[in-house]
């Protein structure tokens, strides 16, 4: 330990932090790091954690741009484990306090875990194995830290992972909502989001419609959180974009910085490098532009950084190829195709294909396709659609078993002799005798004859392949019980031999093993092992990674498993390469939901539908989506999609209902409403409580108070034809039709009693009562807790809902702003004795945050849950 006093170490911690703060807003950034590292040095010593932990995220921080991806995942595990282990925080600082800790938790695990998903990708590529799930666990731990503003962070990073899956519309998707999400302060994220439009739209040839998104990013790069490393990051790019378009003074006096020292910026150097082959290659002058890409080259192979390095060698072989040495292109590219299919890189492998086709006008930067602007814009764009791949059913219907089949036809194949008379035995059954699994004789007896066909000797190598691709589709769904396990397991092995290599017979095995495995386990666990099956699903997608199908059936399998991050990763790849393909789209939609990315989910199902998809279904999670995300116009879009398809259904006009509110189009409301009524007449809650919302929005307060006391007399218990949460919305809208009427209007007060008596009263019906008080300081938020005993009244209680008649007891949750726990304690327990005649029993009131100037009372009320 030093001999110094504290206070002199402090004051050296902070003379040093100042200086690597500065350092690193001039994007001195190698000075910064060796700044960093003398206070790590010097806050371990004197066990300072908070410094140690600040000066390893600069370390962190700071090592994408010094193009060092390896060191930034050392500092980000470090960060994690210090963040994630009490233990170790204080083998630092000893008598650390919780508060610093929970500070610290706080603000940096969601940089955590952002810098590590960042490094790691570099290292290994953005849509290698793994790297999906990064988006989901760093928004769950933005969620669980309670630092949301950090979720735009992850959405940047989707946005390179979708890219490197070949999927500029859902790229394009992620940086758009960066654009959108305006926060202010160091959060603002906009110019990440704009340089990415920028960058994508340019991969896909789009010059034009790039060009016009620059002053976007010019714009942005004033408010990113280092105005400095943004400007200079802008005139690179901008620098680049103008000498494509032909426009070279374009832009000229924009984002004008002084360079940083050699050394100190190396990834501006290597953008600075980039634009300026580019800017050599326009003008022939190919030798130096050569050996400038080929010092990066070999400089990122070393570094490790794969993305940068994959970006630089694509540019160097679109060099090498501009000046016609042909055969070290081609070593080049053959060594680039290698190390991208590893990585699963399509986006670089889709840029590699088309600097590939002779046909191509070859550019400089790396794109999907020719350019449509400027002086290499090509005559016509060249790239290759994703092709759209006819999906192998994994829904259990024969209707889904002919569509296999009616597609080998539509290609000009029939199906062999052979099974012919199999397959319409198969389609002769009713959908009723396939739901109940037919007569057990017949299928056991289809099961016999097909297993008796040897599925080498079908005819042709043609017939062969239709056979296997067929026949083990179908004998998964013919599999009834566990009786003939292990022979239909034996002869799908035979299918597999005869050809090894061909990448669907290989995924339909390995789900035919899925359904064995786990649907006869006593007979198979042993003989199928669940990492054999994960490697068959993996080499049938390396086998061809352009088959639709067989990544669904992949992401079926991860998802089983629960592995979402790889469910998600094979979803979006068989979503990319067949947009028109509804459940892909819907399986997709239902990963990113489980993931709390509403969004995201919206996007894919808008994408599949205007792509033709046509599905009802689809129509209708579209609708619920939109609705979720309050984008009402969108929501009667998608509806009256879904009525077309498939009219007079139940509950359609419910959900216009609420939109056509939200828009107050009230009489379009009321007839949806009436419409509804008429369709779904056994579930009259939500139609009354739609017209009272009317009658308030149009003023018929007369008409309102009727309405109001037709859904009083009608108990919640009765209700069981809606979620838990369904009441919650419907109740919500209850209490906003209340506002209508006086503060201190009678049926207010009853609709205020019902609704907290059924535990689910809405924020804004405290909120009201609380902007009565003036406000106050060093105001607590507590969460307090509630034991509310019940008697023989619960049964005919108000407040009761569906399914809670055996409830003895429950335990009741509030949110309150207090000066103290006691006065919380009171608030919480004051608002209980509305909900039930009895006294409740404050089991607990926790601190959750403290020092606000604010209006006390109650902030919240959570749904009870049982405490028998």
């Given at each position: 330990m030093s001999d110094q006093p504290e206070l002199d170490i402090d004051e050296q911690l902070k003379e040093l932090d100042a200086k690597e703060t500065e350092f690193t807003r001039l994007c001195l950034l190698e000075s910064a790091n060796r700044v960093a590292s003398e206070i790590r040095r010097l806050a371990k010593a004197e066990r300072r954690f908070v410094p140690y932990l600040q000066a390893t995220f600069t370390l962190m921080n700071n090592a994408a741009d010094r193009l060092d991806p390896q060191s930034g995942r050392d500092a980000s595990i470090e960060i994690i484990g210090l963040l994630e282990s009490n233990e170790l925080a204080r083998a630092i600082q000893p008598n650390l306090s919780e508060h610093e800790y929970d500070w610290a938790v706080h603000w940096y695990s969601a940089c955590g875990y952002d810098n590590l998903a960042k490094?790691?990708?570099?290292?290994?590529?953005?849509?290698?194995?793994?790297?999906?799930a990064c988006i989901s666990e760093g928004i769950e731990v933005c969620r669980r830290t309670g630092k949301t503003q950090c979720i735009t962070c992850f959405r940047e990073y989707a946005t390179d992972v979708y890219r490197s899956a070949d999927d500029p519309d859902m790229a394009l998707h992620y940086a758009r909502m960066g654009i959108a999400a305006v926060d202010q302060g160091p959060h603002d994220r906009r110019w990440a989001g704009a340089r990415d439009l920028v960058e994508i739209l340019l991969a896909r040839g789009e010059l034009a419609a790039a060009a016009e998104n620059v002053d976007a990013v010019i714009e942005f790069a004033d408010i990113w959180h280092t105005p400095i490393r943004a400007r200079l990051i802008t005139k690179t790019r901008i620098t680049e974009i103008a000498h494509l378009i032909g426009e070279p003074q374009r832009w000229a006096d924009q984002c004008c910085e002084d360079a940083p020292p050699a050394g100190e910026f190396l990834a501006y150097e290597l953008h600075t490098d980039h634009t300026q082959a580019t800017i050599e290659c326009m003008a022939g002058d190919f030798e130096p532009a050569i050996k400038r890409l080929t010092h990066w080259d070999q400089f990122l192979t070393r570094r490790q950084c794969f993305v940068q390095w994959t970006l630089t060698r694509l540019r160097l072989l679109a060099a090498h190829r501009m000046a016609g040495n042909q055969r070290v292109f081609e070593k080049l590219a053959d060594h680039l195709q290698k190390k991208a299919q590893a990585a699963r890189d399509w986006h670089a492998l889709r840029c590699l294909k088309h600097l590939r086709d002779e046909s191509a006008t070859t550019v400089?930067?790396?794109?999907?396709?020719?350019?449509?602007?400027?002086?290499?814009?090509?005559?016509?764009?060249?790239?290759?659609?994703?092709?759209?791949?006819?999906?192998?059913?994994?829904?259990?219907?024969?209707?889904?078993?002919?569509?296999?089949?009616?597609?080998?036809?539509?290609?000009?194949?029939?199906?062999?002799?052979?099974?012919?008379a199999i397959h319409s035995r198969l389609a002769a059954l009713s959908e009723e005798e396939w739901e109940n699994g037919g007569d057990s004789d017949s299928l056991d007896q289809i099961i016999s004859d097909l297993l008796a066909i040897d599925p080498s000797n079908v005819g042709s190598d043609e017939e062969q392949q239709t056979f296997r691709h067929w026949a083990l589709h179908t004998i998964s769904f013919?599999?009834?019980?566990?009786?003939?396990?292990?022979?239909?397991?034996?002869?799908?092995?035979?299918?597999?031999?005869?050809q090894r290599q061909d990448a669907v017979t290989l995924s339909l095995y390995a789900r035919l093993g899925c359904r064995l495995r786990y649907n006869c386990a006593e007979q198979m666990s042993d003989r199928i092992d669940e990492s054999q099956l994960e490697s068959w699903f993996r080499e049938s997608l390396d086998l061809d990674p352009e088959k639709a199908s067989n990544f669904g059936r992949a992401g079926d399998f991860f998802l089983f498993l629960e592995n979402l991050g790889e469910a998600e990763r094979c979803y979006a790849r068989g979503f990319r390469l067949d947009r028109s393909h509804a459940e892909l789209a819907s399986k997709l939609a239902r990963v990113y939901r489980r993931t709390e990315r509403e969004r995201d989910a919206l996007a894919v199902l808008d994408m599949a539908i205007r792509a033709g998809a046509d599905e009802p279904d689809l129509f209708w999670e579209a609708a619920l989506s939109a609705q979720n995300l309050d984008q009402h116009e969108a929501t009667l879009t998608y509806l009256d999609g879904f009525e077309k398809r498939t009219p007079n259904q139940a509950w359609v006009n419910y959900y216009r209902t609420v939109a056509l509110l939200e828009l107050q189009r009230f009489p379009e409301a009321l007839a949806a409403a009436e419409r509804e009524?008429?369709?779904?007449?056994?579930?009259?809650f939500p139609v009354l409580v739609h017209r009272a919302a009317v009658a308030a929005g149009t003023g018929e307060l007369d008409e309102l108070r009727r309405l109001l006391g037709e859904v009083l007399a009608i108990p919640l218990a009765s209700i069981d034809y809606l979620s838990i949460s369904g009441i919650e919305k419907v109740l919500v809208r209850l209490w906003a039709s209340t506002e209508a009427l006086g503060e201190d209007d009678e049926l207010r007060t009853q609709v205020s009693n019902r609704l907290l008596a059924s535990s689910l009263a809405p924020d804004r019906l405290f909120e009201v009562q609380r902007?009565?008080?003036?406000?106050?300081?060093?105001?607590?938020?507590?969460?307090?807790?509630?034991?509310?005993?019940?008697?023989?009244?619960?049964?005919?209680?108000?407040?009761?809902?569906?399914?809670?008649?055996?409830?003895?007891?429950?335990?009741?949750?509030?949110?309150?702003?207090?000066?103290?726990?006691?006065?919380?304690?009171?608030?919480?327990?004051?608002?209980?004795?509305?909900?039930?005649?009895?006294?409740?029993?404050?089991?607990?009131?926790?601190?959750?945050?403290?020092?606000?100037?604010?209006?006390?009372?109650v902030v919240w009320q959570r749904f009870r849950e049982a405490a028998n």
């Open positions: 490094a790691t990708a570099e290292l290994g590529g953005h849509n290698s194995e793994g790297i999906h400089p930067v790396p794109v999907t396709c020719n350019l449509d602007a400027g002086p290499l814009a090509g005559t016509t764009q060249t790239e290759v659609p994703a092709a759209s791949v006819a999906p192998v059913a994994s829904v259990e219907m024969p209707s889904e078993v002919e569509a296999a089949a009616a597609k080998d036809k539509q290609e000009g194949r029939e199906l062999p002799d052979a099974i012919a013919l599999l009834r019980d566990a009786e003939r396990a292990t022979e239909i397991w034996d002869w799908a092995g035979r299918c597999l031999a005869a009524s008429e369709l779904n007449p056994e579930c009259p902007e009565k008080r003036e406000p106050v300081e060093q105001v607590n938020f507590y969460r307090c807790v509630i034991k509310q005993p019940l008697d023989e009244r619960w049964l005919t209680w108000p407040g009761r809902l569906a399914g809670e008649e055996e409830l003895q007891c429950y335990q009741a949750t509030w949110g309150v702003l207090a000066r103290s726990d006691e006065e919380a304690a009171e608030l919480a327990s004051q608002w209980q004795s509305h909900c039930y005649p009895l006294d409740g029993e404050v089991v607990g009131v926790e601190l959750v945050g403290e020092g606000y100037t604010e209006r006390t009372g």
